[in-house]
């Protein structure tokens, strides 16, 4: 599909500008140079429009723009206590004069006296934070669906005193939130034209999937067949659940943009090599790649999302998956506040 033609299809939706758009794209030459390939990054830790921005910018200016436009006073979303998109739903709602209401679910418990990272510049920003602590009988999925149950009966409770409440999934993972990565996919298809070049393949790290959706959506609208993405995960999925999950997303964001062409699972691709042993829990090769990438090129990635997703990226470089001479992007997603998060999270990056 034409490029113009795609790009009025955006226009039709409300906005809030939220971030700094289009995000860098360039070489890491250093880097290019010691794996043998032409290694682009997607700066989308520049998001903005706070310093800690990240993929949930792009989102949440398609999520809030529906927000304003159904009139809406409160914001209310979900994650981890450490949650990148709950801090950035809050600098977000802080902007546009929305008030934030955060349900958090203490994957890794926090200091009470000692908050950090996310959880911090959430107190900071004045966010109504919820802490939802798992139970000795509950699954990590069971606190979480508590976590909505409790948030929905709040809800309830301000929509019957005359708020407004819009609600933001987990991750910013819905129809809405996607439609902005295929808008990404497009803007890096620009950029990457401009430079005279075609990516043969395209990491980034994937926990909700809508990051993934939009951007599978996006290749298949611009009829890239030639471009693979790998989404490499943060947690344990089942993989063909997963695809299936995403494909579903990908149609129903096309279809919100009034798009007629569909995805399928087998458009999608997963690495489950790189989470282990699990959410928020640090392992070597994230941390190789963390410190191969703060000494070659001076980047920054983190140990919950970039830094495995980098990892996944570096094995298949390295075992020739990734043949040499390939044009590669790194779609860097932010996340850099969990370097100052607890111990646990962290591990060992020195
Ligand atoms: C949320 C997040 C992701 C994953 O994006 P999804 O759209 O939820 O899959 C990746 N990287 C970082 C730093 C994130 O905060």
Redesign the pocket.
Known sequence: MDINEIKTHFRRIPKAPLGFFPTPLYRLDRLSAELGINLYIKRD?FSGMSLFG???IR?LEYLLGDAKRLNCDTVFTYGATQ???AMQTVTACRRLGLTPILYLVAIVPPDENDLRANLLLDKLLGAEIHIVYQKPDETEADAEERSFLLAREHMARLNAQGHHCYDVPM???SPI?SAA?IEGYVELYEQLHALGAHPDVIF?????????AGLVAGRKLLGDKDTHIVSVN?SAKDDAAYRTMGAELANRALSFLDFSVRTAPEDFQLDLDHYAPGYEQPNPAAAEAIRLLARTEGLLL?P???GK?FAGMLTRIRDGRVPQGSNVVFWH???ATALFAEKEILGEIE
């Open positions: 830790d990240g993929n949930k989102k949650s990148n998109h991750g910013g993972a939130g990565f980034h790290a994937t926990g909700t999937g809508g990051t993934m943060v983190d919950v999302y970039t997703a997603t932010g996340g």
